[in-house]
């Protein structure tokens, strides 16, 4: 009774697990449950059930309710494809003039506005393209074909290599000093010599249009989440699913909406960056200091001029901090994009990947990871540069980079013009061509070979292991939980936590996955998810711990972290491939890999914001390095690391769904086949939702015991 | 006497949702513990005062105390609640947004106790910039914006970034972004509170001869006590949003209304505050002196010449007119008596 009084949450917690166990041991598993493989749900078979709503059959199976629940949400998937092409096709016709056919055509409204989103679109990376690559539509666009023919002096080719790698460099020395500036140049010559120039600059066009428009839109849209509570709490619900939902799982409606290519690609991709830049914007205005803005009201500002000349320039950090997400962000969607034809890299890797070229990847992959890189250390430069005052230079001083710029036009066109005398067959001062570049693929192939050959017997005895021990035991215990003891422990867990508003938050979470065709699917997720989050967790918890003990290992781990995370998701596919083969092992080290990043840095990053003060009065006391780090730096430093456990689990839950293109047999399938299903938007967009739900329920059980704990400890 | 510039009538600030209904409700009688029952906070309470042209009147007052609140309805920067503000006769409550940003940008100015510069904008351009917002081209506002570098004097400094100047300087940078526009009413909110000690008697005793060449009609913020005594004209004591004691430092320091009030004085070394004047009698004797002190004397720097004086000594004012007389045992009374631990 003493030690009950003395710690009631934890025989609270006790007595949850008792009742879950309890459940899970008195509800059977039916003799007719099997796990569904492939799209048996889809397939018609007398054994299953029916029922209709709104005038959408549902088929499934039916089972105990305890066991698993009916998917009443079932038609969902169907509705929301239904409606989507509804609006596309039947909405709202309406008479649009048609440029070529010079007549008025009838189109249904949301048709029209997306094509011509569409065509603005492509307008856009054609003109960047064209600029970088050299060609024709954008001329074309502004005069006709006729007066190209006319005018041949109008066929301009594209920048010489030369050109666009000495710019880079000069930007990236006004950006960041010389450093950066080799950086930029020599990567920039890396790509061109290996011949991947062409791809490259598609990628990097896709990024040149969608990053801009990205900040753009997040910018407004924060400014007006700023000004306005009422957009605020419009945008918060989205902000919160954006933040979890798989970038897969966007994918799908964007093809219905706006077909496949390059276009929809930027669309897509400013639906997932935007998100990220409001939230920035918003944390930036919102981090002015009162004074600042009393101070520019004081000065007569208007509303228009303290925005723009007050709030906006205070806040600059973090709105360019914003500006890097973003361009993050275009980089690991310029790979998932390729799914839905956007060119460049990002189609190589896939198409590589996809003939398990290891090789071939492997250099594209390196190729988006340096332009990755390069773009991720300028932005940055950008955000953390102190503006220079300008006024008492001279004309030179002030303009040398354009001017050296100027300079460094006439010499690549110079070059450029050399080179198509003296190579008969390609001018490589022009561009490198595609395979006419060194290649190193062979060689990782063969070594890729040669590793499988050497090694086989152990990875394959490692592999069988791990699966047959470890994987499959879990993924049995996980797929026998019946729905109603998982609920249970759920809600338990969020009614423990943070009392009966975030266990309704998370019943409601919970109830839309368990309602939905896809219970099992969701299981099999969370059982991978799970898995990889518990070891990356262990390795980032331990390494992050050991890099804290030395000042010079706490930098290196945080930069390793740094250049890991700007890798887009997609490469990290490629080295497991090479080891593992096709299996979920690959996906798990992935899985892994990717999730152990956040882990690390947050367990740094939390010992770090332990005060000094306190380290020095633990000291004065005299405890040994042990004492101190158990008793003074875990216990505060351990909300902020249970953040970096909540990114954990997003990163791994990302990471397990992008791993359905090895193979998996999770939500991440479903979205996968989805992507090439021409009914497949509701189906794609509901099991999104399902991923960011599942990985909503741990957020926000893990925000709302760290906002708590923090408020106990005090520290902010 | 002319229209005072800054004129308050029962000015009440109240944070909280059914502020305004509640302050109806309370006709004029606010008691803040029951404000607080229901969610209110009470910030200013019932300020009633007004500041003529030229002088400078300094609030003084404990963190939450409603000093700042006050200042920050005087500039409109929140709404007050109720009452009402006069600014050389406009009613400052009923100014549309454009007539209010019309007065602060060319009537007011304002200083911040962390200086609110902008972090992105020179010295020069941060004091052209009230300019600029008004409309004046760069090169002119530019051109203004240098005189008041000099005038504060941080030439040389012109094109330095906020953050490569020490505090003392930055707040210099302050004072001249609040002086650009040649306001006629300036406020200062703790403008010196977040400098070293030395740095902040250097600030105001440049403050104050800018205040001598200047003349504006100014509001001063402070928690300083020192401060208020050594700036002011007349100063406001504030507690708990109400005014306790509005009154020239010397009266404070000799009549405090409260007990609020007379707790400050305590420690206040009297002979550095009071005037010749605040202490003298009125009446002259027979048995005066040869020295001559002027009415407008701080004691401390006549007392030795009193002191070694037998014979009363007469005062004189600005045209040697012989208007009272001071006796040396006066001074000692003055100096030594009148306190607590001595009466």
Same mark, same amino acid.
């Given at each position: 009774?003493?030690?009950?009084?003395?710690?009631?949450?934890?025989?609270?917690?006790?007595?949850?697990?008792?009742?879950?166990?309890?459940?899970?041991?008195?509800?059977?598993?039916?003799?007719?449950?099997?796990?569904?493989?492939?799209?048996?749900?889809?397939?018609?078979?007398?054994?299953?059930?029916?029922?209709?709503?709104?005038?959408?059959?549902?088929?499934?199976?039916?089972?105990?309710?305890?066991?698993?629940?009916?998917?009443?949400?079932? !038609?969902?998937?169907?509705?929301?494809?239904?409606?989507?092409?509804?609006?596309?096709?039947?909405?709202?016709?309406?008479?649009?003039? *048609?440029?070529?056919?010079?007549?008025?055509?009838?189109?249904?409204?949301?048709?029209?506005?997306?094509?011509?989103?569409?065509?603005?679109?492509?307008?856009?990376? @054609?003109?960047?393209?064209?600029?970088?690559?050299?060609?024709?539509?954008?001329?074309? #666009?502004?005069?006709?074909?006729?007066?190209?023919? #006319?005018?041949?002096?109008?066929?301009?080719?594209?920048?010489?290599?030369?050109?666009?790698?000495?710019?880079?460099?000069?930007?990236?020395?006004?950006?960041?000093?010389?450093?950066?500036? $080799?950086?930029?140049?020599?990567?920039?010559?890396? $790509?061109?010599?290996?011949?991947?120039?062409?791809?490259?600059?598609?990628?990097?066009?896709?990024?040149?249009?969608?990053?801009?428009?990205?900040?753009?839109?997040?910018?407004?849209?924060?400014?007006?989440?700023?000004?306005?509570?009422?957009?605020?709490?419009?945008?918060?619900?989205?902000?919160?699913?954006?933040?979890?939902?798989?970038?897969?799982?966007?994918?799908?409606?964007?093809?219905?909406?706006?077909?496949?290519?390059?276009?929809?690609?930027?669309?897509?991709?400013?639906?997932?960056?935007?998100?990220?830049?409001?939230?920035?914007?918003?944390?930036?205005?919102?981090?002015?200091?009162?004074?600042?803005?009393?101070?520019?009201?004081?000065?007569?500002?208007?509303?228009?001029?303290?925005?723009?000349?007050?709030?906006?320039?205070?806040?600059?950090?973090?709105?360019?901090?914003?500006?890097?997400?973003?361009?993050?962000?275009?980089?690991?969607?310029?790979?998932?994009?390729?799914?839905?034809?956007?060119?460049?890299?990002?189609?190589?890797?896939?198409?590589?990947?996809?003939?398990? *070229?290891?090789?071939?990847?492997? @250099?594209?992959?390196?190729?988006?990871?340096?332009?990755?890189?390069?773009?991720?250390?300028?932005?940055?430069?950008?955000?953390?540069?102190?503006?220079?005052?300008?006024?008492?230079?001279?004309?030179?001083?002030?303009?040398?980079?354009?001017?050296?710029?100027?300079?460094?036009?006439?010499?690549?066109?110079?070059?450029?013009?050399?080179?198509?005398?003296?190579?008969?067959?390609?001018?490589?001062?022009?561009?490198?061509?595609?395979?006419?570049?060194?290649?190193?693929?062979?060689?990782?192939?063969?070594?890729?070979?040669?590793?499988?050959?050497?090694?086989?017997?152990?990875?394959?005895?490692?592999?069988? !292991?791990?699966?047959?021990?470890?994987?499959?035991?879990?993924?049995?215990?996980?797929?026998?939980?019946?729905?109603?003891?998982?609920?249970?422990?759920?809600?338990?867990?969020?009614?423990?936590?943070?009392?009966?508003?975030?266990?309704?938050?998370?019943?409601?979470?919970?109830?839309?996955?368990?309602?939905?065709?896809?219970?099992?699917?969701?299981?099999?997720?969370?059982?991978?998810?799970?898995?990889?989050? $518990?070891?990356?967790? $262990?390795?980032?918890?331990?390494?992050?711990?050991?890099?804290?003990?030395?000042?010079?290992?706490?930098?290196?781990?945080?930069?390793?972290?740094?250049?890991?995370?700007?890798?887009?998701?997609?490469?990290?596919?490629?080295?497991?491939?090479?080891?593992?083969?096709?299996?979920?092992?690959?996906?798990?080290?992935?899985?892994?890999?990717?999730?152990?990043?956040?882990?690390?840095?947050?367990?740094? @990053?939390?010992?770090?914001?332990?005060?000094?003060?306190?380290?020095?009065?633990?000291?004065?006391?005299?405890?040994?390095?042990?004492?101190?780090?158990?008793?003074?730096?875990?216990?505060?430093?351990?909300?902020?690391?249970?953040?970096?456990?909540?990114?954990?689990?997003?990163?791994?839950?990302?990471?397990?769904?992008?791993?359905?293109?090895?193979?998996? @047999?999770?939500?991440?399938?479903?979205?996968?086949?989805?992507?090439?299903?021409?009914?497949?938007?509701?189906?794609?967009?509901?099991?999104?939702?399902?991923?960011?739900?599942?990985?909503?329920?741990?957020? *926000?059980?893990?925000?709302?015991?760290?906002?708590?704990?923090?408020?106990?400890?005090?520290?902010? | 006497?002319?229209?005072?510039?800054? %004129?308050?009538?029962?000015?009440?600030?109240?944070?909280?949702?059914?502020?305004?209904?509640?302050?109806?409700?309370?006709?004029?009688?606010?008691?803040?513990?029951?404000?607080?029952?229901?969610?209110?906070?009470?910030?200013?309470?019932?300020?009633?005062?007004?500041?003529?042209?030229?002088?400078?009147?300094?609030?003084?007052?404990?963190?939450?105390?409603?000093?700042?609140?006050?200042?920050?309805?005087?500039?409109?920067?929140?709404?007050?609640?109720?009452?009402?503000?006069?600014?050389?006769?406009?009613?400052?409550?009923?100014?549309?947004?454009?007539?209010?940003?019309?007065?602060?940008?060319?009537?007011?100015?304002?200083?911040?106790?962390?200086?609110?510069?902008?972090?992105? %904008?020179?010295?020069?351009?941060?004091?052209?910039?009230?300019?600029?917002?008004?409309?004046?081209?760069?090169?002119?506002?530019?051109?203004?914006? &240098?005189?008041?570098?000099?005038?504060?004097?941080?030439?040389?400094?012109?094109?330095?970034?906020?953050?490569?100047?020490?505090?003392?300087?930055?707040?210099?940078?302050?004072?001249?972004?609040?002086?650009?526009?040649?306001?006629?009413?300036?406020?200062?909110?703790?403008?010196?509170?977040?400098?070293?000690?030395?740095?902040?008697?250097?600030?105001?005793?440049?403050?104050?001869?800018?205040?001598?060449?200047?003349? %504006?009609?100014?509001?001063?913020?402070?928690?300083?006590?020192?401060?208020?005594?050594?700036?002011?004209?007349?100063?406001?004591?504030?507690?708990?949003?109400?005014?306790?004691?509005?009154?020239?430092?010397?009266?404070?320091?000799?009549?405090?209304?409260?007990?609020?009030?007379?707790?400050?004085?305590?420690?206040?070394?009297?002979?550095?505050?009071?005037?010749?004047?605040?202490? &003298?009698?009125?009446?002259?004797?027979?048995?005066?002196?040869?020295?001559?002190?002027?009415?407008?004397?701080?004691?401390?720097?006549?007392?030795?010449?009193?002191?070694?004086?037998?014979?009363?000594?007469?005062?004189?004012?600005?045209?040697?007119?012989?208007?009272?007389?001071?006796?040396?045992?006066?001074?000692?009374?003055?100096?030594?008596?009148?306190?607590?631990?001595?009466?």
């Amino acid at each position: 009774m003493e030690l009950f009084k003395k710690y009631p949450k934890l025989f609270q917690w006790i007595f949850l697990l008792i009742v879950f166990f309890a459940l899970c041991f008195a509800i059977d598993v039916p003799e007719t449950y099997k796990f569904i493989r492939g799209q048996a749900e889809f397939v018609k078979d007398p054994n299953q059930s029916t029922f209709v709503f709104l005038g959408k059959e549902v088929r499934y199976y039916a089972f105990d309710v305890f066991w698993r629940l009916p998917p009443l949400l079932g !038609w969902l998937p169907i509705w929301i494809n239904d409606s989507l092409f509804f609006l596309m096709n039947d909405w709202m016709p309406m008479e649009f003039w *048609n440029e070529d056919t010079q007549e008025y055509k009838t189109r249904p409204l949301v048709l029209q506005i997306t094509r011509n989103l569409t065509a603005f679109m492509t307008f856009l990376i @054609e003109l960047i393209r064209e600029i970088l690559l050299g060609g024709l539509e954008t001329i074309v #666009a502004f005069t006709s074909w006729d007066w190209i023919d #006319a005018n041949p002096w109008a066929e301009l080719p594209g920048l010489p290599w030369t050109i666009v790698a000495a710019g880079s460099a000069i930007l990236a020395y006004k950006l960041g000093g010389r450093g950066l500036a $080799i950086f930029a140049g020599l990567a920039m010559t890396y $790509i061109s010599i290996f011949g991947q120039w062409k791809p490259s600059m598609q990628t990097l066009s896709f990024i040149l249009v969608a990053a801009p428009l990205s900040f753009i839109f997040g910018l407004s849209l924060g400014i007006a989440a700023f000004k306005s509570k009422r957009v605020e709490k419009a945008l918060y619900p989205i902000l919160l699913v954006m933040q979890t939902m798989p970038q897969y799982a966007v994918l799908v409606p964007a093809l219905v909406l706006f077909g496949v290519g390059d276009h929809a690609a930027v669309i897509i991709t400013m639906i997932v960056a935007v998100p990220p830049m409001i939230l920035l914007t918003l944390l930036g205005l919102r981090a002015v200091p009162p004074e600042v803005i009393e101070a520019g009201r004081m000065s007569g500002c208007n509303n228009w001029q303290l925005m723009f000349k007050v709030l906006i320039p205070t806040a600059r950090r973090d709105i360019l901090i914003g500006v890097n997400q973003v361009i993050m962000v275009c980089f690991s969607m310029a790979v998932i994009s390729a799914f839905i034809g956007a060119k460049g890299l990002g189609f190589n890797l896939l198409l590589a990947l996809n003939q398990l *070229n290891i090789g071939l990847a492997l @250099e594209a992959g390196l190729c988006i990871s340096l332009i990755a890189i390069l773009l991720d250390k300028m932005s940055l430069a950008w955000a953390n540069k102190q503006v220079d005052y300008f006024g008492n230079l001279n004309f030179f001083q002030r303009n040398k980079n354009s001017l050296f710029f100027g300079l460094i036009m006439i010499v690549g066109i110079a070059l450029a013009y050399f080179g198509s005398i003296y190579f008969k067959e390609y001018n490589y001062l022009f561009e490198v061509p595609h395979n006419k570049g060194i290649s190193t693929a062979d060689f990782w192939n063969k070594g890729v070979d040669w590793i499988f050959d050497t090694f086989f017997v152990y990875i394959k005895a490692f592999n069988t !292991w791990l699966i047959v021990e470890v994987l499959q035991p879990m993924r049995a215990l996980y797929l026998r939980m019946p729905a109603i003891a998982t609920i249970v422990l759920v809600v338990g867990a969020g009614y423990l936590i943070g009392g009966i508003r975030s266990a309704l938050v998370v019943c409601g979470l919970t109830l839309f996955i368990a309602l939905s065709p896809w219970w099992d699917r969701a299981l099999v997720t969370t059982y991978m998810a799970t898995f990889g989050v $518990i070891v990356s967790c $262990i390795i980032g918890f331990t390494v992050g711990t050991l890099c804290f003990q030395n000042k010079h290992s706490t930098k290196f781990m945080l930069n390793v972290c740094d250049i890991f995370q700007t890798f887009p998701s997609f490469v990290y596919l490629i080295p497991v491939m090479m080891l593992f083969g096709i299996t979920d092992t690959s996906v798990l080290i992935a899985v892994i890999v990717y999730a152990t990043i956040p882990a690390t840095r947050y367990t740094i @990053e939390g010992l770090r914001s332990v005060p000094s003060g306190l380290h020095d009065a633990a000291t004065m006391s005299g405890v040994t390095k042990f004492q101190r780090l158990f008793k003074i730096e875990f216990p505060l430093a351990f909300p902020h690391m249970m953040l970096g456990l909540n990114q954990t689990i997003v990163f791994a839950l990302f990471m397990v769904i992008i791993g359905a293109f090895i193979g998996t @047999e999770d939500l991440g399938q479903y979205i996968l086949k989805a992507l090439s299903d021409k009914k497949g938007a509701g189906i794609g967009l509901t099991l999104g939702i399902c991923v960011a739900f599942i990985g909503l329920i741990f957020d *926000n059980l893990i925000r709302t015991w760290v906002d708590k704990r923090k408020k106990h400890l005090g520290i902010d | 006497m002319s229209e005072p510039v800054i %004129k308050c009538e029962s000015v009440y600030k109240i944070f909280g949702e059914n502020a305004e209904t509640m302050l109806k409700e309370a006709n004029g009688n606010v008691d803040a513990k029951t404000f607080q029952e229901n969610g209110c906070i009470v910030g200013v309470n019932n300020a009633s005062f007004e500041v003529s042209k030229g002088e400078m009147l300094v609030v003084m007052g404990l963190s939450g105390s409603g000093k700042s609140t006050l200042l920050r309805c005087i500039s409109r920067l929140t709404d007050a609640t109720g009452g009402k503000i006069f600014i050389e006769g406009q009613d400052l409550l009923n100014l549309n947004n454009k007539e209010l940003i019309d007065l602060r940008r060319n009537k007011m100015g304002m200083v911040f106790q962390s200086f609110a510069l902008l972090p992105h %904008k020179t010295v020069v351009e941060n004091i052209a910039f009230p300019l600029q917002i008004k409309g004046i081209n760069t090169e002119e506002s530019i051109k203004k914006a &240098m005189n008041m570098v000099k005038l504060v004097g941080l030439d040389g400094r012109e094109n330095y970034f906020p953050r490569e100047l020490s505090g003392g300087q930055q707040q210099r940078v302050g004072i001249a972004r609040s002086l650009a526009v040649e306001p006629d009413i300036w406020f200062l909110d703790e403008p010196f509170s977040a400098l070293d000690p030395l740095i902040r008697k250097e600030m105001q005793d440049e403050f104050l001869r800018l205040q001598e060449k200047l003349q %504006k009609t100014i509001m001063f913020i402070t928690h300083d006590f020192d401060e208020a005594l050594k700036l002011a004209d007349r100063i406001a004591i504030m507690k708990d949003g109400i005014i306790e004691q509005l009154d020239t430092p010397a009266n404070i320091v000799l009549n405090p209304a409260t007990e609020y009030v007379r707790k400050f004085t305590e420690e206040v070394p009297r002979e550095k505050v009071l005037l010749i004047e605040d202490v &003298m009698d009125s009446t002259t004797t027979e048995d005066i002196g040869d020295l001559k002190v002027s009415k407008d004397e701080i004691i401390e720097n006549v007392a030795e010449k009193i002191l070694t004086q037998e014979k009363t000594v007469a005062v004189i004012d600005n045209n040697n007119n012989i208007v009272g007389s001071i006796n040396p045992t006066k001074i000692i009374n003055t100096v030594f008596g009148g306190r607590k631990n001595n009466n």
